[in-house]
């Protein structure tokens, strides 16, 4: 990773080469002398020669620490995996007191969350640019550009999920610490985070739910589980049983801390709950870890239960499709696809749930297109009209075509490996005999029909 590998510098390669005629020079000497004192040369015996000592190979300097750094990333997991504090602590700087301080914190709070897996790698092919925030530690730093916490949670995540650090180093006499992961936050580079970075995780588990959150949540966290084992098999029925129909669930204390935890910059006012997870970018098949549905405390307890029923059954729907869900998947798809399931058999009225956009098609202010990507952000004055539309559409497919037809389309669709508007156009060809013009205008005869 970046590393020399013991390679040889070239003044210390000479050196080592310049053994070899010694030992050659002190055999022929040997002879020579034997043929003087009138012995044959078998009569030399090979003890009485001595070789030059040879040189000992050099460890550059950045072997060393680099190999030092990974020990100390290994006890740090050591040190997780098998609750010992100690271990922890004997790695973090003793001169960054507040830092130590808050690493402390974060190992107590760790106690209770059910680990399968914990370990970290680190990337020494770059480092980060010298700062004067590197000056305080009056010492010598290393600052390699990232390190990756990879940590998975028993009985729900298959494979690790990733937390991306950006740490120092300092080196203290001959021995290396951590002495920071927040050095270059103001660059941007934030060192991922999780609910045990915000105070003590509490554990709630039923067969196919874990909830983690925090000791003042408890009731909250008891009433999403329940909620949620009941929200899986409606997913089911419309998806089909090839996704994990499991689930994990964070409930933090704060909307500020759900968006660190889920590492979402955008606006989260309007929203009551986020399903994340880690996923290739692009257009090809992702391959999704680390799927999570966040809570947001600050609209939660706005819902009511068939609120919550409808909320936790949308986003259980984006944690099912997660596999097919691609660059090729144009949000309105995604979005309008978990609505369609939330609000299965709810018996909501129509007009009650696509209030806005119903004023809006009244008023004569159809939309001109499919809802865009960007209507879809949390600040967006259009967001609600966007959701009312995309499950409209969805709508749309399941009256004309069926359930199971709307289905397939989001999978055809998922998997086309081109851009959206391409996916989209080929799969409602490929499956319905539609242009994208046709479908549009479909739709805005629904939505007059649906909302006029």
Same mark, same amino acid.
């Given at each position: 990773m970046g590393e020399t590998g013991g390679r040889v510098p070239p003044r210390r390669l000479a050196i080592a080469l310049a053994a070899v005629p010694l030992v050659a020079a002190g055999l022929a000497d040997a002879t020579i002398i034997a043929h003087r004192g009138g012995h044959s040369?078998?009569?030399?015996?090979?003890?009485?020669?001595?070789?030059?000592?040879?040189?000992r190979p050099v460890v550059p300097a950045d072997v060393v620490r680099n190999t030092a750094i990974r020990r100390l990333l290994a006890a740090r997991a050591d040190a997780v995996l098998h609750h010992n504090r100690a271990e922890w602590a004997s790695v973090l700087d003793p001169k960054s007191r507040?830092?130590?301080?808050?690493?402390?914190?974060t190992f107590d709070n760790l106690r209770q969350v059910p680990l399968a897996s914990w370990s970290y790698?680190?990337?020494?092919?770059?480092?980060?640019?010298?700062?004067?925030?590197?000056?305080?530690?009056?010492?010598?730093?290393?600052?390699?550009?990232?390190?990756?916490l990879r940590y998975r949670l028993s009985g729900f995540d298959k494979r690790p999920t990733s937390l991306l650090q950006y740490p120092t180093f300092v080196r203290r006499g001959s021995r290396w610490f951590l002495a920071s992961l927040s050095d270059f936050s103001s660059a941007g580079q934030k060192s991922a985070l999780d609910l045990w970075d915000f105070g003590p995780v509490a554990v709630y588990r039923q067969p196919r739910v874990l909830v983690l959150g925090h000791p003042d949540n408890i009731a909250v966290m008891h009433e999403v589980a329940s909620e949620v084992t009941a929200d899986i098999p409606r997913v089911t029925a419309v998806w089909g049983s090839h996704w994990a129909q499991r689930a994990v669930v964070l409930v933090p204390d704060t909307q500020a801390e759900l968006a660190r935890v889920v590492a979402d910059a955008g606006d989260l006012t309007n929203i009551a709950a986020v399903a994340t997870a880690e996923v290739q970018l692009g257009t090809g098949r992702p391959d999704p870890v680390g799927d999570r549905v966040g809570i947001n405390p600050r609209n939660w307890p706005k819902l009511s239960p068939l609120g919550r029923q409808i909320v936790l059954t949308h986003e259980l729907t984006h944690?099912?499709?997660?596999?097919?869900?691609s660059g090729s998947t144009p949000t309105w798809l995604a979005e309008g696809f978990a609505d369609y399931v939330g609000y299965l058999g709810s018996g909501v009225p129509t007009p009650f749930v696509a209030q806005d956009l119903g004023s809006a098609v009244r008023a004569g202010r159809v939309?001109?297109?499919l809802p865009r990507n960007r209507e879809f952000d949390g600040a967006s004055?259009?967001?609600?009209?966007?959701? &009312?539309? /995309?499950?409209?559409?969805?709508?749309?497919? #399941?009256? !004309?075509? +069926? &359930?199971? /037809?709307?289905?397939?389309?989001?999978?055809? #669709?998922? !998997?086309? +490996? &081109?851009?959206?508007?391409?996916?989209v156009a080929d799969a409602l060809q490929r499956l319905f005999k539609l242009t994208p013009r046709t479908f549009l205008a479909q739709w805005h005869g629904y939505l007059r029909a649906q909302l006029g």
């Open positions: 040369p078998s009569a030399v015996s090979p003890r009485t020669v001595s070789p030059a000592p040879r040189a507040a830092f130590r301080r808050r690493q402390l914190a790698s680190l990337n020494t092919t770059a480092t980060q640019a010298t700062t004067n925030r590197l000056l305080r530690y009056h010492a010598p730093v290393f600052a390699p550009m990232h390190f990756t944690v099912a499709t997660r596999a097919v869900t939309p001109s297109t004055k259009q967001l609600s009209q966007a959701y &009312e539309g /995309a499950w409209l559409a969805c709508r749309l497919i #399941v009256q !004309r075509f +069926g &359930e199971p /037809a709307l289905v397939r389309f989001y999978r055809v #669709v998922g !998997r086309a +490996g &081109e851009r959206p508007s391409v996916a």
